[in-house]
């Protein structure tokens, strides 16, 4: 399974920005790896961190930093899972990897982590002040 995540960009704090990932190979592979999947971020000098997952009901978990202001959505028939950022601040700043994973119940309610087998090359987002 491949991850190619798009969207990235440099803007000013209080603006939006939408991530798309897309995701390709084989279909049962494909498949497989959609039932479980997420966003993460690394800023400069800080660990990698989980910034919202989706399980295969579409239960979803947020990092409280983002919760209210970022959106995840996940188009089935597509392969593709976006990320809707509003409201962004500087803090916000990272680049940001899409992940994916065959499902397990680690994944359940979301909780997808830094285990995940699959990821993207990542989008760099910056948000000035």
């Known amino acids: 399974v491949q991850l190619v995540e798009s969207g990235g960009g440099s803007l000013q704090a209080g603006g939006s920005l939408r991530l798309s990932c897309a995701a390709f190979?084989?279909?049962?592979?494909?498949?497989?790896?959609?039932?479980?999947m997420g966003w993460f971020r690394q800023a400069p000098g800080k660990e990698l961190e989980r910034v919202v997952g989706?399980?295969?009901?579409?239960?979803?978990v947020y990092a409280y930093s983002v919760k209210g202001r970022f959106t995840i959505s996940k188009y089935n028939p597509k392969h593709t899972l976006d990320l809707q950022m509003n409201s962004l601040k500087p803090e916000d700043t990272a680049m940001y990897y899409c992940?994916?994973?065959?499902?397990?119940?680690?994944?359940?309610?979301?909780?997808?982590?830094?285990?995940?087998?699959?990821w993207g090359q990542g989008a760099q987002v910056t948000v000035s002040s």
């Open positions: 992940a994916a994973n065959s499902w397990t119940t680690s994944c359940q309610g979301g909780l997808i982590g830094t285990w995940a087998k699959y």
């Open positions: 190979g084989d279909i049962y592979v494909l498949n497989s790896a959609w039932d479980c």
């Open positions: 989706i399980d295969i009901d579409g239960r979803t």
